[in-house]
């Protein structure tokens, strides 16, 4: 029994190989590598299982997993490739590539629109909008009134319905964002091109009280 006791090859759930990973993402061997080491972290650090829930993904995320968050609520849902509730380690890697400076703008427009299509009807609807919008001030911790949050529903919205049907489709977004990058501006995050030199910095540093686990 001693003989093989320290090479560890089990696996976490949904474990592919990095060179099938490298091939489908943004990232390059060795990163898939690092996120590897970084997803098992993320996956113990509330339950123990090897897959991520929500509790862990907003605390990886957010230092913070209590609080309610549409936005949290969103990004998990569009990583959560197979619908199962947890993320594995190929919905992880394949999400976050769409994250990776290199990955395609059109990528990173088609997943915002994901983000904002809150009922996925394949529109952007002005209550969604708004939705969004409060969700992603709560996040900063801005507080703006009721009036300024309307008019930045209305402005958006007055410039992206181009077809002026009440509704913002896909080619109207991908048109919008292009004149408004800075839209998509979340949608990069720079660590992911450096990830092997990054992911020490970036790895739960063991933040959460035992107790609290």
Not at 41 to 52: A, E, V, Y
Not at 113 to 133: A, C, P, S
Request: aromatic letters at 12%; glycine letters at 4%; proline letters at 4%.
């Amino acid at each position: 029994m001693g003989c093989f006791s320290s090479k560890k090859t089990k696996y976490t759930p949904g474990y592919e190989e990095p060179t099938v990973l490298a091939s489908e993402t943004s990232f390059s061997v060795s990163e898939v590598e690092a996120l590897y080491e970084l997803f098992k972290k993320l996956s113990r650090s509330i339950i123990d299982d090897g897959l991520i829930h929500k509790e862990e993904f907003q605390f990886a995320l957010f230092r913070n997993r209590n609080k309610k968050n549409l936005f949290v609520d969103r990004i998990f849902d569009l990583f959560d490739i197979k619908r199962n509730g947890v993320v594995d380690f190929g919905e992880f890697v394949r999400s976050l590539s769409i994250f990776h400076p290199d990955a395609p703008v059109s990528e990173k427009i088609a997943f915002a629109f994901k983000l904002y299509d809150l009922r996925q009807t394949g529109f952007i609807e002005r209550d969604e909008l708004k939705e969004m919008v409060v969700a992603l001030l709560h996040e900063s911790d801005l507080i703006l009134s009721e009036d300024y949050v309307e008019t930045i529903v209305d402005k958006t919205y007055t410039d992206a319905d181009t077809k002026g049907d009440g509704r913002i489709d896909q080619e109207e977004w991908k048109e919008f964002v292009l004149k408004n990058p800075s839209l998509i501006k979340n949608m990069t995050l720079p660590y992911l091109k450096d990830i092997t030199l990054a992911f020490p910095s970036f790895v739960l540093n063991s933040e959460v009280p035992d107790s609290e686990v």
